[in-house]
C-alpha cells in the first residue's frame, strides 16, 4: 500500500505540521484499517517540495500504530519514501522523522520536558 502525503498538505504550504491534521491524514488514509493487516506494508511519501515534516504532524498520523504496534514492528511495516533529489533537503527529512519517533517513545514512556525536573 501507498500513502501519498501531498494530499494531506496545506496548498500554499511545503511543510506538515499539527497534530489534528496528522489525525485528520491519519482517518482519511486508512491507517487504522492498515493496522490491522498483518501481511501488508505500507510506504508513506513525502513529496519533493517538502521542507518539514513536524513531531506534532507525526504523532497525529502515526502514534496510535506506534502504540498499538510496538516501535519495532511498526518499523517493520511502515516505510518512509522521500521524493527529493536535493540530498540536504532529505537528511533534514529523515531528522524530523527521527524526531517524530523520539516524540512518540516519549509519549509512550510518559516523558517530556517536565520530567527533567522531577
Known sequence: MIIDLKKY????STSFSGRPQGMD???DSGIPDLDEKK???VKLVIPADTTSFNPSFF??????SIKKLGL????AKYFWEFE???EARKRALEKNIEDGYRS???TLND???FSFFS
Open 72 to 75: 519495532e514492528k511498526f518499523k
Open 84 to 86: 527529493t533529489d536535493n
Open 59 to 64: 504523532l497525529g498520523l502515526l502514534y496510535e
Open 9 to 12: 498538505r496545506p496548498h500554499n
Open 39 to 41: 501481511d501488508e506494508t
Open 111 to 113: 516523558k517530556n520536558i
Open 25 to 27: 491524514a491519519r482517518r
Open 104 to 106: 512518540a517513545n516519549n
